[in-house]
């Protein structure tokens, strides 16, 4: 395997994916659909092949993107799911707008501008633009304001070149405990739905929850959840973690993602030696050093300096020194038999050890979305 591929790689769990997908499906029942959420590369675990994973389950109705590029990739890779654009896909450039309209790309909308686009470029390909309104219900972020959006409403049905699919919007607090914010907004939004009344076709999708807000909230489910991180097995925080299984005690995530090297050079270094760019670490004792071809250019954060820890040889050894562009150091003084070509796991499992991405987080003073999604993509994503 390390041989056989770069200098670090990803591992993708596919019997991970699919019991993460099971286990949200059996919790939200048969009558909400599921959107798989695969932005971003699928949170730095590999765009196509978490789709791929995500339709051959059989469980997943929808898939999310960021841009219309990702879904555009998706297509050309044979993905037949539908698909929406969750953020932003440069309206006015119409080559891709009619590629996506043609291969049934759906897209988030929230600009009158934007709608009149996809009105045009749907008639320039005599067929429908579908469209997903998104409201700000309190999120401050993309979105269109209440007091607007029956007028851009009205516009979608009137139009004989748009197909309002679905009406949505997204939470602000919803990995927090307090939920208190998150039904001022769930009653923002139910308040549109209701003012609107006849006009919304009752074959439309309503969806504002994530991971955070289906596990929690079961309330806030309607016709539609847009699965993000639990997806990949990781919580969206510790609260909502405590929250949901006090609740549901079965109810169990299994991270997918497991990233690897293997070490390039060990040396062994007398007491009083400096280590690495600017002296920081300095041996108290006779140090044996392993030395790894990674560094922030992967992702591997620089804050992790003198933090961080690996597992090699299935125990945990501390990272020394400054994180480099490509490489790194551990001290690896108490395993036996280290030896260049050892392979070094930087999240994921290896014997009885463990490092997961909350760990690094936790290390770095950022969330696990961030560790995972910063794995440079041009490592390479294999399924296993």
């Excluded at 891709?96 to 790309?105: M, Q, R, S, Y």
């Excluded at 539609?224 to 005690?249: C, D, K």
């Excluded at 760990?359 to 950022?366: L, R």
């Amino acid at each position: 395997m390390k041989q056989a591929l770069a200098h670090s790689w990803v591992e993708i769990s596919e019997r991970a994916l699919v019991s993460n997908i099971r286990a949200h499906r059996r919790l939200l029942g048969s009558d909400t659909k599921l959107l798989a959420v695969v932005k971003s590369n699928a949170y730095g675990h590999g765009l196509e092949l978490v789709a791929r994973v995500a339709q051959k389950s059989g469980q997943v109705d929808w898939l999310g993107v960021a841009s219309l590029r990702e879904a555009m990739a998706l297509r050309q890779a044979g993905i037949r799911l539908p698909i929406l654009v969750l953020s932003y896909y440069h309206p006015l450039s119409q080559p891709e707008l009619k590629d996506g309209i043609k291969h049934n790309v759906s897209f988030m909308v929230y600009e009158l501008k934007a709608l009149k686009t996809l009105a045009q470029v749907a008639q320039q390909v005599a067929t429908c633009a579908r469209v997903h309104l998104k409201l700000e219900t309190g999120m401050a972020r993309l979105g269109v304001s209440i007091d607007k959006a029956k007028s851009y409403l009205r516009y979608i049905l009137r139009s004989p070149y748009l197909k309002l699919e679905g009406i949505a919007s997204h939470f602000a607090t919803a990995e927090s405990r307090d939920q208190t914010f998150l039904k001022q907004q769930l009653n923002t939004y139910k308040k549109f739905i209701k003012q609107a009344g006849g006009l919304v076709p009752q074959d439309t999708l309503q969806h504002i929850a994530g991971t955070a807000a289906s596990t929690a909230a079961p309330e806030a489910r309607l016709s539609l959840v847009r699965l993000g991180i639990g997806l990949y097995g990781l919580w969206p925080s510790a609260a909502n973690r405590q929250f949901v299984q006090a609740r549901h005690h079965r109810f169990r995530l299994q991270p997918s993602l497991t990233w690897k090297t293997q070490i390039i050079e060990v040396q062994d270094l007398p007491p009083g030696t400096a280590v690495g760019y600017d002296r920081t670490y300095v041996t108290g004792r006779a140090t044996r050093m392993a030395v790894m071809p990674v560094g922030y250019w992967d992702g591997y954060d620089r804050a992790l300096s003198n933090k961080g820890r690996v597992l090699i040889h299935g125990t945990l050894c501390p990272v020394i020194g400054r994180i480099c562009m490509n490489i790194f150091m551990a001290d690896v003084t108490g395993l036996k038999n280290v030896k260049v070509g050892d392979e070094v796991v930087l999240i994921g499992k290896q014997g009885r050890g463990e490092l997961t991405a909350d760990d690094m987080a936790d290390k770095t003073g950022t969330i696990n979305y961030e560790i995972v999604t910063r794995i440079n993509p041009l490592l390479p994503r294999v399924l296993v």
